[in-house]
């Protein structure tokens, strides 16, 4: 069974900085598109970051593109986002989500129906 664990959400003061984990298991991810997308209360879920387990399609949203970085470890399949220099705007639900092969096309890499799995989600509040 595929899941997808998000971890390391909480509340942050604006400037400050944190660290989501999205755990992989269930079967091999190394040919995935990952990705990480928010959603903010009465807001659309919005795409945030993906990226591949070798490190290719890496895309940011205009909105956090110098603030956030996507990684991965492939030998422990997690996926991770740093958020630095955090905005009240960024409060949100982050979502871990996997997009299985044959993966979508970059034109819609940013759009939730693209991916197969995601995580339950972990909040993210950011204080001003």
């Known amino acids: 069974q595929v899941q997808l664990e998000e971890s390391g959400g909480g509340l942050v003061q604006a400037g400050g900085s944190v660290r989501l984990s999205c755990q992989a298991s269930?079967?091999?991810?190394?040919?995935?598109?990952m990705a990480w997308f928010r959603q903010a209360p009465g807001k659309e879920r919005e795409f945030v970051a993906s990226?591949?387990?070798?490190?290719?399609?890496?895309y940011y949203a205009d909105s956090v593109k110098g603030r956030f970085t996507i990684s991965r470890d492939s030998a422990s399949n997690t996926v991770f986002l740093q958020m630095n220099s955090l905005k009240p705007e960024d409060t949100a639900v982050y979502y871990c989500?996997?997009?299985?092969?044959?993966?979508?096309?970059?034109?819609?890499?940013?759009?939730?129906?693209?991916?197969?799995?995601w995580g339950q989600g972990t909040q993210v509040t950011v204080s001003s």
């Open positions: 989500a996997a997009d299985p092969p044959p993966v979508a096309i970059v034109s819609t890499l940013r759009l939730p129906s693209s991916y197969d799995y």
């Open positions: 990226t591949t387990w070798y490190g290719g399609r890496i």
């Open positions: 269930g079967r091999t991810f190394s040919r995935d598109v």
